[in-house]
């Protein structure tokens, strides 16, 4: 992998993203030196603009950042470092350094859970989805099953427009099925993930 290090300081700045997550984490600097020992060791490994000397995340706190990939840019000037955290990244004790939660993003699916949540917590008389939770399980596991026979019901006419509107129906209340039972959809996704591997 062709680096391009700073031609002053030697050092190249390394993004560090959760490899499962994708949240960005921090951003450190390398030097030749700690590049090569974060490859050998698998263990990210930082210069110390500081400090003027090498060190690796979690030698102190036990955080430690396991390697996972290294990408180089399209300018070969900035590393993109994929790892799996041990911990909280930032010395503040945050998951990142700005302060984000790292948790699985699933796009509109996550902002999704967290309405279902509400719903969940904060009750209201007009919210379908906290009249389902009162319902309890066995009426929130039939409607999954309603969802999905109305989903190849669709499937087999040619309403591309039913067949849709059905498939989210069927996601909406698999999703409050997994609240129901405690999960999230990351949940069923890491299950996933362990059958690809």
């Not at 499962?20 to 020992?37: A, D, F, H, I």
């Not at 050998?40 to 000397?53: E, P, Q």
Request: proline share 3%; aromatic share 8%; with cysteine.
């Amino acid at each position: 992998m062709p680096v391009k290090f700073d031609e002053n300081s030697g050092l190249v700045p390394a993004v560090i993203q959760d490899a499962q997550t994708k949240k960005v984490l921090m951003l450190g600097y390398m030097n030749r030196e700690s590049l090569q020992k974060t490859i050998d060791t698998r263990l990210v490994t930082f210069y110390s603009r500081s400090r003027k000397t090498l060190w690796t995340k979690g030698e102190t706190s036990g955080n430690f950042l396991h390697l996972v990939d290294i990408q180089s840019d399209c300018d070969n000037d900035t590393l993109l470092v994929q790892v799996n955290p041990d911990g909280p990244v930032c010395h503040l004790g945050t998951d990142t350094c700005w302060g984000d939660e790292n948790t699985l993003q699933c796009g509109f699916l996550t902002e999704l859970e967290k309405v279902i949540d509400d719903r969940r917590q904060n009750p209201t008389e007009k919210s379908y989805t906290a009249s389902l939770f009162r319902k309890g399980i066995n009426k929130i596991a039939q409607k999954v099953g309603e969802e999905a026979v109305e989903v190849i019901i669709e499937a087999k006419d040619q309403n591309d427009d039913l067949f849709l509107n059905e498939s989210a129906d069927l996601i909406y209340h698999f999703l409050v099925l997994l609240q129901a039972k405690n999960f999230r959809f990351e949940d069923v996704l890491e299950v996933l993930r362990k059958r690809h591997a």
